[in-house]
Every structure is written in structure tokens, then in C-alpha cells.
């Protein structure tokens, strides 16, 4: 393994040595009082992450998971643009910087550099630990980093970009504010990608960004197989995929158990305004494994959601669809 790459495996040390230092039970308290705080009203007028405690249990407790929701997301773009080289990137909301490690492993593992970056939130305790956790990476792409305050709303404006991330910041912004930073996002960037959790609303709010991205003049990458609108009528379903993370010695003794990972659900958008191939047709449920037949749920260019059987008869394909996970392209 390179040990310059930003992988799972360098954030999980550097989110360790975070907690040095931090009594257990205090850190768990602080995990607690966050997820108080998440599932209360939000959007805030002030910043969530408060001091040093909070974003270290929140870069402790769901930075993995945001990290790889957004590493599988950016897989899915990069299969769409395979040529594509971000050279710059902006992190809007980007708090300790999961997204932008990301973003720096996803180019760095393919040889390349990865892109400028700059990361915007306004929560200054939030992007203190992110520099402090860039800097531990070993990743010249992310020691690099910018990392600036700022506040998301009608008046932001962005800097002309390659890549624009808003990684699971929509769901705390006013819906104004939403529309003004999708918009402003369409606006500077070559591609935005938005990424949210995988439940019904998170879905509701990439569709509208996703609507809205295309009204704009951009084209869908991925996850869809074409830009037209969504196949899946309203409050029937969302869709969504799953990552997988493996679990800190913080995120047992928080959520009880002792399972190893969990699986981090989300949904996501990446849209591009240039030339990119989207999947033919992408697998949108876990798929289902049936003696000599696999059954998967596929979105498609040409029909819409459909369901295929793939069986024996079927050959290579079936050895194919055997293999294929949730989220791959098919
Ligand atoms: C749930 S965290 C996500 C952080 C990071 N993007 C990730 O994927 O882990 C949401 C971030 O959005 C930031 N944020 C929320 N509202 C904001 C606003 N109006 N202006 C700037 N940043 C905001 C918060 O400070 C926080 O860092």
C-alpha cells in the first residue's frame, strides 16, 4: 500500500490519534449530544460543530462513513469521465474534509495528482481538525489544502472550479439556501457532485439539486443512466446505495454491539458539463442471489426501472450479475 494515499485505512489512524487525549466517555457524550442535535430542527443559524469536543466526535463518529459514501460516489463519476482530471476542487460545507480526502484518493490511487483544494464551511473548529487531520495524512494533495470560512447562502459565490463537493450539507440549509448553493455550484463548476444520506428526504433533496443541475445545463454522470427525470414516482421509493465502513472502538461502544462494520447509506448526484458515458443501466437494490439465478433491480437508459433474472443460461453475464453489487453500473 502506498503510504501516501489517503485510503480508509490513513483516516482511521489519524481519526485515532484525534481521540487521544479525549476520556471515552466524555467522547461518546459528545457523539450523543450531536445526534441530538442532528435530528433536531435543523437547519441552525449558527454552526452545529461548536469546539474542539464536538468536531472531534463528529470527525470520530461519521467522518469513515461520509468518506466512503463519497469514495463510491466519485467511483461511479470517474467510470462515467474516465479521462477526466479534476485539476481544482472546492468543498463546500466540507467540515473536517471528508469529502476532499475522497476526492485526493480518488485521483492520487489512479497516479495522478490530485486536484488544488479548498475546503469552505463555516464552523472554524470544524476546519482547524480537518487541516490537523490533512496534515497527518501524508497526502500531498490534501496537505495542500485550503481550508477557508465561509457561509453557505444567497451571497456565496464560488471561484470558477473542476469539481465541486457538498457532501451531506444540503439536509442542514434553509431550502433557499439550498437552491442559491446548487445553483451557484452549476454556475463555477466543470462537475458538482452532491451527496446525501440514503432516506426518503435525502433522496427528495438530491432529486430537486439533480433537477435543478440539469436546468442549469449540465448533464447527469451518475448515478442515473440518462437525464431525463426520475423513473421513480413520487413517495413510492428513494433511491439510494450503501457503503460499506468499518466501525471505530468509538462507534461500538456508542451504538452497542460488536459488529466490525456497518453499512453507510446514501444517496448522490453527479453531474458534469462535459462529454461523460453514464452506465447503461445502474443495479439499485442490494442484489438478490437465488440458487442458479441472480434477481436485480436496474435503473435504464431506454425503460426505466425494470427487474432482470439472470440465470445459468445466460453464461458470462450471469457469472457477471453474480458478482455485481448495489450501486455498480451492469
Ligand atoms: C454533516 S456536516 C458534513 C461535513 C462533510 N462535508 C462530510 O461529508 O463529512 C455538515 C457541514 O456543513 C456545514 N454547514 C452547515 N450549514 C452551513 C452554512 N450555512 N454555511 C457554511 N457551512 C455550513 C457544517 O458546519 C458542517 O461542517
Not at 37 to 48: F, Q, S
Not at 126 to 152: D, K, N, Q, T
Amino acid at each position: 500500500m502506498n503510504a501516501t494515499l489517503p485510503t480508509p485505512e490513513a483516516l482511521r489512524a489519524a481519526l485515532a490519534g484525534l481521540l487521544d487525549g479525549l476520556p471515552p466517555t466524555k467522547a461518546a457524550q459528545a457523539v450523543d449530544r450531536l445526534i441530538a442535535n442532528y435530528r433536531g430542527t435543523t437547519p441552525t443559524d449558527t454552526p452545529v460543530l461548536r469546539d474542539r469536543a464536538d468536531v472531534a466526535a463528529y470527525a470520530a463518529y461519521r467522518m469513515p462513513a461520509t468518506f466512503e459514501a463519497v469514495r463510491s460516489a466519485l467511483a461511479a463519476l470517474r467510470d462515467a469521465a474516465p479521462a477526466w482530471r479534476p485539476a481544482t476542487h472546492t468543498d463546500v460545507g466540507g467540515g473536517t474534509g471528508a469529502a476532499s480526502w475522497a476526492v485526493a484518493e480518488a485521483w492520487e490511487e489512479a497516479g495522478d495528482e490530485a486536484p488544488r483544494t479548498t475546503v469552505l464551511d463555516w464552523a472554524e473548529p470544524a476546519l482547524a481538525l480537518g487541516r490537523e487531520l490533512a496534515a497527518a495524512s501524508g497526502a500531498p494533495g490534501l496537505r495542500g489544502a485550503e481550508w477557508r470560512r465561509a457561509r453557505i447562502g444567497g451571497a456565496l459565490r464560488l471561484d470558477p472550479v473542476d469539481l465541486v463537493t457538498v457532501s451531506y450539507v444540503l439536509k442542514e440549509l434553509t431550502p433557499a439556501d439550498r437552491d442559491a448553493l446548487v445553483t451557484e455550484a452549476a454556475r463555477a463548476a466543470a462537475a458538482v457532485l452532491i451527496v446525501e444520506p440514503g432516506t426518503p428526504d435525502g433522496y427528495e433533496r438530491i432529486i430537486a439539486a439533480r433537477d435543478r443541475l440539469i436546468g442549469a445545463g449540465l448533464r447527469i454522470a451518475a448515478p442515473c443512466p440518462h437525464s431525463a427525470a426520475c423513473p421513480i414516482a413520487p413517495g413510492t421509493d428513494w433511491c439510494h446505495f450503501s457503503a460499506r465502513v468499518s466501525r471505530s472502538s468509538l462507534h461500538r461502544q456508542v451504538k452497542g454491539g460488536s459488529l466490525a462494520y456497518e453499512d453507510e447509506k446514501f444517496a448522490y448526484v453527479a453531474a458534469v458539463r462535459f462529454p461523460a458515458e453514464p452506465a447503461t443501466a445502474r443495479v439499485t437494490r442490494r442484489p438478490q442471489i437465488r440458487k442458479g439465478q441472480v434477481l436485480l433491480d436496474l435503473c435504464t437508459a431506454e425503460e426505466g426501472l425494470r427487474r432482470d433474472t439472470v440465470t445459468k443460461r445466460h453464461g458470462a453475464l450471469y457469472k457477471e450479475a453474480r458478482d455485481i453489487e448495489w450501486g455498480a453500473g451492469f
